[in-house]
């Protein structure tokens, strides 16, 4: 009688250590420890609806070897930098655990579709992935960032390690190509400045340089040669380019040296309806115009010499 006793007490054990070891295993399936995980390879095109631009929608598409950017009527290349950013992304995300399972939270972790950041990635007209990201938390005393994502059609809001939500939130202008000149002054042989018909030349020959053939200041040379190294451009003035024309061409830079195969041309255009009322373009950037004050970009470019 004892044995049996103790045999039921064993079963009766037994069948509730089992039960409660399902419940944990189950709760471990519904648990996604890798939330998105994509062949970043494989994607061709990517719609954000970032927080920044009031979930306006942008495209990103992959074009041969490079992406080319879209919203509303302007398309350009895209910068190709964030791009890779976005794609680095996508490849896996991983979930630090469930911080909701109730749609009455995703107000509080910003993943509604009218207060998060939307992102839809695409293998031709396949959708691969689509998925809201929203409040961003930073830890102080541990130095991490925490994000919070929901997949789209699911109620559980996964908080995810790292800065998702700061780099899917970017408005349309962080993945434009905003460079305007990239050039190492060492290789630069020539540098003409045409203002209204007029052109100084500055030259290399040898190891001097000469101002139209005759002495230069060196320091004021090295120092404006260095500023030109890199110029990346700030506010793009999209509205210009139904205005331009000839009349309105103010200052021209030409760049030559030794590892370009052809000149560097940038324009400055001056607008005085504008309230910038210079515009740049590059011939390494052609499809983008910029704004600029006097003591902006258009400085940098002309005013130092």
């Given at each position: 009688?004892?044995n ?12 509730v250590?089992?039960?409660?070891q399902f419940?944990?295993e ?8 890798e939330?998105i ?5 494989a ?10 631009d ?7 598409k992959?074009?041969?070897?490079f992406w ?5 009527n302007?398309t ?6 964030a791009?890779?950013?976005i794609?680095?992304?996508?490849a896996?995300?991983?979930t630090?655990?469930v911080?909701?399972k109730s ?9 509604e579709?009218t ?16 998925f809201i ?5 930073f ?16 109620d559980?809001v996964y908080?995810v390690?790292?800065f ?5 939130s970017?408005?349309?202008d ?14 630069l042989t020539?540098v003409?400045i045409n203002t209204?018909g007029?052109t100084t030349?500055?030259e ?6 000469t101002?139209d ?5 060196s320091?004021?040379l090295?120092n ?18 139904d ?10 830079l030409?760049?030559?040296?030794n590892n370009?195969?052809?000149?560097i041309?940038?324009?400055?255009y001056?607008d005085?309806t504008?309230t910038?009322p210079f515009?740049?373009q590059?011939?390494l950037?052609?499809?983008?115009y910029?704004?600029?004050g ?12």
């Open positions: 009688m004892k049996k006793t103790l045999l039921l007490i064993f079963l009766s054990l037994l069948v250590f089992l039960a409660s419940a944990f189950k709760k471990k399936r519904t648990f996604k420890t939330l995980q994509l062949d970043t390879s994607i061709t095109s990517i719609l954000l609806y970032p927080k920044s009031n979930q306006e929608e942008i495209l990103l992959k074009e041969d070897s080319v950017i879209s919203k509303g302007v350009n290349k895209a910068n190709q930098g791009v890779t950013s794609l680095r992304n996508l896996l995300i991983k630090k655990r911080a909701s749609p009455d939270k995703w107000v509080d972790y910003e993943v579709a207060s998060g950041s939307r992102v839809k990635a695409y293998a031709g007209d396949k959708l691969l992935e689509d990201v929203g409040r961003f938390n830890n102080q005393q541990t130095r991490q960032g925490v994000s919070y994502v929901r997949l789209e059609g699911g559980e908080a390690d790292g998702l939500s700061m780099t899917m970017q408005g349309f962080a993945y434009r190509n905003k460079e305007i000149l990239k050039v190492n002054k060492a290789n020539q003409s209204l007029t030349v500055l290399k020959n040898g190891n001097s340089w101002q053939g005759g002495p230069v200041d320091t004021t090295f404006y040669l260095d500023g030109l190294q890199q110029i990346i451009g700030g506010t793009f003035a999209d509205d210009f380019e205005l331009q024309s000839n009349d309105l061409l103010y200052k021209t030409a760049l030559e040296g370009l195969s052809t000149p041309l940038i324009k400055a001056r005085t504008r910038s515009v740049i590059s011939s950037n052609p499809d983008n910029f704004e600029s006097e003591h902006g970009i258009f400085e940098q470019l002309f005013g130092g010499w």
